[in-house]
């Protein structure tokens, strides 16, 4: 049996990118101003007025080959890449659905290629 403890994540804190919900609800408009980023500093009164939720699609984790050097611009813009690299295919995938140049064909049959010879 291993001698090492592990330590359990201390409730106080959120998770990394998660806001304390509770403790912002406690604050104030001014200590929420005062603590925001400078990019949100002077924002119209009604900036949120027509903000809508919007669900976050769920994630698959999967295996993909990339070519090295596309996966190291990717990882050079530091941490989230793989989010930067959803988000591309994501962008691309918008555009493919407002103007769809032609039909695609979608190949199910394991071994087949639409690519042929290049």
Do not use: C
């Amino acid at each position: 049996m291993s001698a090492k403890r592990t330590e359990r994540p201390s409730k106080a804190r959120p998770n990394r990118g998660r806001a304390d919900l509770a403790r912002v609800q406690r604050m104030t408009e001014k200590q929420i101003e005062r603590t925001s980023p400078p990019e949100l500093a002077g924002l119209p009164k009604d900036f949120w007025d027509e903000a809508e939720v919007v669900a976050v699609p769920a994630k698959e984790a999967i295996s993909l080959r990339v070519d090295e050097d596309v996966l190291t611009w990717f990882r050079e813009g530091g941490p989230r890449y793989q989010s930067r690299m959803n988000a591309v295919l994501r962008s691309y995938v918008h555009s493919m659905k407002r103007s769809p140049s032609k039909p695609r064909k979608h190949s199910k049959r394991k071994g087949t290629s639409e690519r042929g010879a290049s």
